[in-house]
């Protein structure tokens, strides 16, 4: 089912600034000069983004319980924030079509700002619970996008050694990728480079066949679990049309409809749909970065072709 994506965020409105610029005083300042010198559309265009400002900051003490006090850590730490400085807030709709393959390709902050001016902000009230507060935002921190990002190209790299092991080949998801700890008869699992993940399996329950088969099991449940709580309250089902047909047993058809206003859900929902259509992923031989499988390209780019290439005779001299 196709996705629906709607975003406010507009590519000259979003910007990269530290998170000094929260103070009140410097944030109204930044916000001024992106104004006309116009004084009535400047004070219009002030009043919309306190409005939004504040009303992140209302929500976001759902998401995080002092959540002034996070704003003052931010600022405190003066670390960078993307942000988002409205001339007009009105919906576009973006195809994402292949996002979650880009959004792990992300690697600079530079990467990060070229990508939300082109999708918009996550829509993400608060950092790394189990399930995902969204909600409309006009600033985010980048190590919130790291985080998203390094996240994604786990579950892809995940994604991909599912796919290896059903064929199998020589691969150990359990010790290359996951850890795997049992105590008192219950093994938890944990990323190899730190994370915890909220899964765990009662091994008396396992046969002896499914412990022996532990990586796929694992593997599949963390996959489909971990996309599944991203997904949670960030998809909306409507329907687009009724339809009459005369086959059907109440004389028509509903045309179905999902659709999100938050760019982290439909990052997910695209990965989810990968997966579903066993697209094929691969990481450039190069850089690391992921992309879609063309042909029998082995490299993200041209770039990283002639690079490899110089590498290789570099080598071999």
């Known amino acids: 089912m196709k996705l629906l994506f709607n975003t406010v965020h507009q ?3 979003i910007e990269i600034y530290n998170a000094s610029v929260l103070d009140k005083v410097k944030l109204e300042s930044i916000v001024n000069d992106q104004g006309e010198k116009n004084s009535a559309r ?6 919309e983004f306190k409005k939004l400002y504040n009303l992140q900051v209302t929500k976001g003490r759902g998401a995080i319980a002092n959540y002034e006090y996070f704003i003052e850590q931010l600022i405190e730490g ?6 988002f400085i409205p001339e007009a807030v009105s919906p576009v709709r973006k195809e994402i079509e292949g996002i979650a393959v880009k959004f792990a390709s992300l690697e600079t902050s530079k990467d990060i700002v070229e990508f939300a001016k ?6 993400v009230l608060g950092p790394f619970s189990r399930t995902t507060d969204y909600g409309f935002t006009v600033f985010e921190p980048i190590y919130w996008w790291e985080h998203y990002i390094s996240q994604i190209k786990k579950l892809i790299k995940l994604y991909k050694m599912l796919k290896k092991k059903h064929k199998n080949q020589n691969i150990d998801i359990i010790g290359e990728l996951l850890n795997y700890k049992e105590g008192n008869g219950v ?5 190899n480079k730190g994370g915890k993940i909220p899964f765990y399996l009662k091994e008396e329950e396992l046969s002896d ?3 022996e088969h532990l990586d796929e099991i694992a593997g599949a449940h963390i996959l ?9 309250g960030a998809i909306n089902v409507d329907f687009s049309d009724i339809i009459k047909c005369e086959s059907s047993n109440i004389g028509f058809r509903i045309k179905e409809v999902y659709s999100t206003d938050y760019l982290l859900g439909a990052i997910y929902y695209d990965l989810w749909q990968l997966i579903s259509n066993d697209v094929e992923v691969l990481f450039c031989k190069y850089c690391g970065r992921t992309f879609t499988k063309s042909g029998r390209k082995k490299y993200c780019n041209d770039s990283c072709k002639s690079m490899a290439y110089k590498q290789r005779k570099k080598g071999g001299k």
């Open 224 to 232: 489909t679990l971990l996309v599944r709580e991203r997904l949670k």
């Open 209 to 211: 066949e499914e412990f």
């Open 11 to 13: 590519p000259g409105q």
């Open 42 to 47: 400047e004070e219009v265009f002030t009043s």
């Open 118 to 123: 082109k999708y918009g902000l996550l829509g």
């Open 78 to 83: 003066n670390l960078p924030c993307l942000f």
């Open 187 to 191: 093994g938890t699992f944990e990323w």
